[in-house]
């Protein structure tokens, strides 16, 4: 939740047994602005609008002015009565592409706000699929509200708090879902040695560190067969330059230290370099960069690897045992846009297929992996 507003409108509608069953919501409103305040909304939250199928269409071009939306949001026009209201909400509620309802009054034309808001509580306690009221205006829509409020149909002032509520409805509902998850258990035929594994984070933790050089979180990700470019490690530049060759240029070259966590920051990484003079001179002005911004770094080597272009986008994956909450799993975009978007999901193991992609589209990043 981002406001405390968001809290206590959660808390009026959780505990409602009519959750949405997906994100598609389906728009009512007398006024176009209102109704697309309402999809930018959707949007940003990552709600679908509804597709209104066939039927519903040609069945509220019998009822409608002739130019009328002929889509979702339905404008149902600033001269719409009560019955042309309730009469769209039952068409809606009847679409079986349609998740939820949104219904927009704003004080227009000829439909009165308490006797409508009565014909919507009457219609919507037949209803299977939860519909959330938006009515704009002031102190004289008082009464439609209270309606609205004493038979448990969520109301608010404006469409955003109205979209925000139902996407936590659904977030609700997917993690009841969760719940209910029972991972499959993993296959034991095979598993990768890990005495000289556990023999490195020994050694890495008898020196005082949290975490690992590249090399040696490298050595991880080969233990358990996940490919990674072509690497070596050099000790100086005569060996860097062997490696270059014997991985082929271009490659790229990163300060190893203990000392340097982020080596972007300090000038650690060389990048696209073809040839045995720009290897040398990368590493003569890498090793003077890193020597002046962190004095007291302890140069192990350089790291040799493969440049790979055409990169689409870059991921980060991590995981910790918190003291609290145990072992927990982060993933989201990666690169140097991980501190400045600030896009990651954390999530509980163990996780199945269906859990960690439930965990990954809650990020943004995921809608680029989609493509």
């Not at 706000?113 to 299977?128: D, G, M, N, S």
């Not at 556990?198 to 233990?223: C, H, P, Q, W």
């Not at 090793?287 to 790979?308: D, H, L, N, S």
């Amino acid at each position: 939740m981002k406001e405390v507003e968001d809290m206590f409108n959660c808390a009026s509608v959780l505990e409602t047994n009519l959750l949405p069953e997906g994100p598609r919501l389906a728009i009512v409103t007398n006024a176009g602005g209102p109704g697309v305040m309402a999809v930018d909304s959707m949007m940003e939250n990552k709600l679908s609008l509804a597709t209104l199928k066939d039927e519903t269409i040609k069945s509220l071009d019998s009822l409608l002015p002739s130019y009328w939306s002929r889509g979702n949001p339905v404008d149902i026009l600033g001269d719409a009565d009560l019955d042309r209201y309730v009469k769209t909400v039952e068409l809606c509620l009847a679409d079986e592409n349609v998740d939820g309802l949104l219904v927009i009054y704003t004080p227009q034309g000829a439909a009165p706000p308490t006797p409508l808001a009565e014909a919507l509580v009457a219609k919507a306690r037949k209803r299977r699929k939860p519909v959330l009221t938006v009515w704009i205006g002031g102190s004289d829509l008082g009464k439609a509200r209270d309606a609205f409020y004493q038979n448990d149909i969520p109301t608010y002032p404006t469409p955003e708090q109205a979209v925000r509520t139902y996407t936590y409805m659904y977030a609700y509902k997917r993690n009841l879902e969760l719940l209910y998850e029972t991972p499959q258990a993993l296959s034991i035929d095979w598993e990768p040695p890990k005495n000289n594994l556990k023999a490195m984070v020994s050694r890495i933790a008898n020196e005082g560190r949290t975490y690992l050089t590249e090399d040696e979180a490298e050595r991880f990700l080969e233990n358990y067969g996940i490919q990674i470019p072509p690497h070596a490690f050099a000790g100086d530049a005569d060996e860097a330059i062997y490696f270059a060759h014997q991985i082929g240029y271009p490659v790229v070259l990163k300060v190893l230290s203990q000392d340097v966590v982020h080596k972007s920051d300090v000038g650690g990484v060389v990048r696209d370099i073809h040839s045995d003079s720009e290897v040398r001179n990368a590493i003569d002005s890498m090793t003077k960069r890193v020597r002046e911004r962190v004095p007291t770094a302890r140069i192990k080597g350089f790291y040799v690897q493969k440049m790979v272009g055409g990169i689409d986008y870059e991921l980060i994956m991590g995981c910790k045992k918190d003291p609290y909450f145990g072992s927990v799993i982060l993933f989201g975009m990666g690169g140097i846009g991980v501190e400045v978007f600030n896009d990651f999901s954390i999530g509980l193991p163990p996780l199945d297929q269906v859990l960690a992609k439930r965990m990954m589209e809650e990020t943004k990043v995921y809608e680029l992996l989609r493509g």
